[in-house]
T-cell receptor, first 114, second 113 residues
Framework: EAQVTQNPRYLITVTGKKLTVTCSQNMNHEYMSWYRQDPGLGLRQIYYSMNVEVTDKGDVPEGYKVSRKEKRNFPLILESPSPNQTSLYFC?????????????FGPGTRLTVL | AQKVTQAQTEISVVEKEDVTLDCVYETRDTTYYLFWYKQPPSGELVFLIRRNSFDEQNEISGRYSWNFQKSTSSFNFTITASQVVDSAVYFCARTGANSKLTFGKGITLSVRP
């Protein structure tokens, strides 16, 4: 089944404890992206990747890192999480840039930073 | 940043009513793309439509229709004869030359039986 998977789905952690949220797609998509969703703010793009080893900042990259060593994986790294990073995170992928192709979203990861 | 504005935050209608969700965007690009996504209560995001800036034709898909007007920088979404299953948060989004995908804040639509 074609899908975008994220793990974990739910995570409660403490300030400063490094964490990684994994994202994987099995559709051989070139474009992958991370978003955070906050009440009243909609979805905001954190980072995106046009292809392997090519990443770029979205609108809210501060406090996050990403890597794209393989086509299928695009992990989101929080080196030192803070409470303002408590949010619902979505990973997404599309064959090429989403201007040209439908973007498929993962199920979301709800992160709470205490 | 080139914003996407969804001025309506919450809309409540009774089943079978028609409802229009507004979307206004800012852009300095000649070529850009506009989107609508649906987020039902289960939380997943579902793609509804993509429209490029050169195609101002309105589109209809079943009970859904979209009205794209470059003159007013708007890309409005109408649901005809709404149903309870249409209850969701709806996001409008745009992308342009900088490759970033910018979403509006979303409109929560509640359709009551």
């Amino acid at each position: 089944e074609a899908q975008v998977t994220q793990n974990p789905r739910y995570l409660i952690t403490v300030t400063g404890k490094k964490l990684t949220v994994t994202c994987s797609q099995n559709m051989n998509h070139e474009y992958m992206s991370w978003y955070r969703q906050d009440p009243g703010l909609g979805l905001r793009q954190i980072y995106y990747s046009m292809n392997v080893e090519v990443t770029d900042k979205g609108d809210v990259p501060e406090g996050y890192k990403v890597s794209r060593k393989e086509k299928r994986n695009f992990p989101l790294i929080l080196e030192s999480p803070s409470p303002n990073q408590t949010s619902l995170y979505f990973c997404a992928s599309s064959l090429k840039h989403p201007s040209y192709n439908e973007q498929f979203f993962g199920p979301g990861t709800r992160l709470t930073v205490l | 940043a080139q914003k996407v504005t969804q001025a309506q935050t919450e809309i409540s209608v009774v089943e079978k009513e028609d409802v229009t969700l507004d979307c206004v965007y800012e852009t300095r690009d000649t070529t850009y793309y506009l989107f609508w996504y649906k987020q039902p209560p289960s939380g997943e995001l579902v793609f509804l439509i993509r429209r490029n800036s050169f195609d101002e034709q309105n589109e209809i898909s079943g009970r859904y229709s979209w009205n794209f007007q470059k003159s007013t920088s708007s890309f409005n979404f109408t649901i005809t004869a709404s149903q309870v299953v249409d209850s969701a948060v709806y996001f409008c989004a745009r992308t342009g030359a900088n490759s970033k995908l910018t979403f509006g804040k979303g409109i929560t639509l509640s359709v009551r039986p």
